[in-house]
């Protein structure tokens, strides 16, 4: 049981690039989120999933899209990078939104300059 | 606005003695109450969550936390540290009116030897 993974732990883009973040779980979770970690702010919620095929923006989505094709796996994407989207990203997963705990994979650092 | 606040950025405490840290929420509701740890390199696991009834929650870890209505409070508590408690501490919060997990800024805790 791996719980929940990302891909890449780390990764530095120029301003403008893209990349894609991949969150997988094997803990057949109905619910899947992307947080950013900042210094002094927490975690701030950036999309979330409901279930396969389902997205919702959250606190903080602007510049950020998300897919979730397979209910295993949660996409984030950055199409145009930009320096304030440095942060150490999250994605967790929980079997319902509210009462459940949610498990969180061991982040991806991310760095635009 | 629905928030949740850890006054210390910073916390140091030696090998043995007791630990409090502390968290204040601001919800029209009762809200529902986490407490996660975040090792270095790590993702955030979850120590212990609130939801109603006995105010008292235990935890992992030996760790427990009060909800206190009247002060809007949900301190974490240890009665002695080991210098592996040291890490990341965040408080985190839910209502149904915000319908996300609210994060506070984190508390970091440093053991002394």
């Known amino acids: 049981n791996a719980g929940v993974t990302q891909t890449p732990k780390f990764r530095v883009l120029k301003t403008g690039q893209s990349m894609t973040l991949l969150c997988a779980q094997d803990?057949?979770?109905?619910?899947m989120y992307w947080y950013r970690q900042d210094p002094g702010m927490g975690l701030r919620l950036i999309h979330y999933?409901?279930?396969?095929?389902?997205?919702a923006k959250g606190e903080v989505p602007d510049g950020y899209n998300v897919s979730r094709l397979k209910k295993q796996n949660f996409l984030l994407g950055l199409e145009s990078a930009a320096p304030s989207q440095t942060s150490v990203y999250f994605c967790?997963?929980?079997?319902?939104?509210?009462?459940?705990?949610?498990?969180f994979g061991p982040g991806t650092r991310l760095t635009v300059l | 606005a629905q928030s949740v606040t850890q006054p210390d950025i910073h916390i140091t405490v030696s090998e043995g003695a007791s630990l409090e840290l502390r968290c204040n929420y601001s919800?029209?509701?009762?809200?529902?109450l986490f407490w996660y740890v975040q090792s270095p390199g790590q993702g955030l696991q979850l120590l212990l969550k609130?939801?109603?009834?006995?105010?008292l929650v235990q935890g992992i870890k030996g760790f427990e936390a009060e909800f206190k209505r009247s002060q809007s409070s949900f301190n974490l508590r240890k009665p002695s540290v080991h210098w592996s408690d040291a890490a990341e501490y965040f408080c985190?919060?839910?209502?149904?009116?915000?319908?996300?997990?609210?994060f506070g800024g984190g508390t970091r805790l440093m053991v002394k030897p």
């Open positions: 609130y939801f109603s009834g006995d105010t």
């Open positions: 967790a997963s929980s079997r319902d939104r509210t009462t459940d705990t949610q498990y």
């Open positions: 985190a919060g839910w209502s149904n009116a915000g319908n996300m997990l609210t």
């Open positions: 803990m057949n979770h109905e619910y």
């Open positions: 919800y029209g509701a009762t809200p529902y």
């Open positions: 999933s409901v279930g396969e095929g389902t997205t």
